[in-house]
């Protein structure tokens, strides 16, 4: 599964650092799950989807499939 935390966080004008300390995790644990690292636990990314107001699920989807919504946020 891909992520698009790090779209969401540039339309949010968030820096790692801020995006980091509002949902209680390190700038650096932030980084790898913006890159696929590693997957956050549920409770960050219900903390994610707090920060964004938009559902859990939007923020992930699996390779290869393009959501509208995905779509979307690349575009504004």
């Known amino acids: 599964?891909?992520?698009i935390i790090k779209v969401?966080?540039?339309k949010h004008?968030?820096?790692q650092e801020q995006l980091a300390k509002k949902i209680g995790i390190s700038r650096p644990a932030l980084s790898d799950?913006?890159?696929n690292k590693v997957m956050?636990?549920?409770k960050i990314v219900i903390r994610l989807a707090n920060v964004f107001g938009i559902p859990a699920e939007q923020i992930f989807f699996e390779?290869?499939?393009i959501q509208e919504e995905h779509?979307?946020?690349e575009s504004a």
């Open 13 to 15: 004008e968030l820096t």
């Open 8 to 10: 969401l966080r540039a």
């Open 33 to 35: 799950i913006e890159n």
């Open 1 to 3: 599964m891909k992520n």
């Open 71 to 73: 779509k979307g946020i």
């Open 63 to 65: 390779e290869g499939v």
């Open 40 to 42: 956050p636990s549920g």
